[in-house]
């Protein structure tokens, strides 16, 4: 395959990524009205999921291009300590579930990430998160997966190809940040 066909692929689907604005502007009024009543944005998934909760905490806490305070914010992918006593001790299964226990709090927002939307262990978080009175959001590809019936709001992104799904997630990362910029600069 030619990087031109490739790229084509890449457009055509987030060219599909309008479908979803009335939801991605609901992301970010949640994400605000969040973080002004004290809370964090606590993100979490697998593999490029994982340096994509990441990449985007990072972008809260520190800033994304405007100066401004930072935003709560938390990847629970970053502790390896915890990661792999828990998965040692217990299940990898409920790696990020052991940890929303510890950290959540009912003003927070929980952004899971998993382009399949079947990955157990945020299935299992997403669960724990919405019993603790977090609202919950699920990251997916286009089916939406098991998370589709369990988290508050699912984005479902418009392909079924990993790729594509995780480029759809950090085009609305980055636009959520620089959102986020905007609500909170100044």
Not at 37 to 65: C, P, T, W
Not at 124 to 153: F, P, R
Request: with cysteine.
């Amino acid at each position: 395959m030619s990087f031109l066909a490739a790229l084509q692929r890449h457009m055509d689907a987030l060219s599909q990524l309008k479908g979803l604005e009335s939801q991605i502007q609901q992301l970010a009024d949640k994400v605000e009205d969040s973080i002004r009543k004290g809370g964090k944005v606590i993100f979490m998934g697998n593999g490029g999921s994982a340096a994509d909760s990441q990449h985007l905490a990072a972008e809260f806490v520190v800033r994304y291009k405007k100066e401004r305070p930072t935003l709560a914010s938390i990847a629970l992918t970053t502790d390896t300590s915890i990661l792999t006593a828990h998965s040692n001790d217990y299940s990898y299964d409920t790696v990020f579930s052991r940890q929303m226990e510890a950290l959540a709090r009912p003003e927070d927002i929980v952004i899971g990430l998993s382009t399949s939307g079947n990955s157990a262990n945020v299935i299992d978080a997403i669960k724990v998160a919405k019993e603790i009175g977090c609202y919950t959001y699920a990251w997916t590809g286009e089916s939406g997966g098991k998370l589709l019936d369990i988290a508050n709001s699912t984005l479902r992104m418009p392909s079924a190809e990993t790729a594509r799904i995780q480029e759809a997630h950090m085009v609305i990362g980055h636009w959520l940040c620089e959102a986020m910029d905007e609500r909170f600069a100044g």
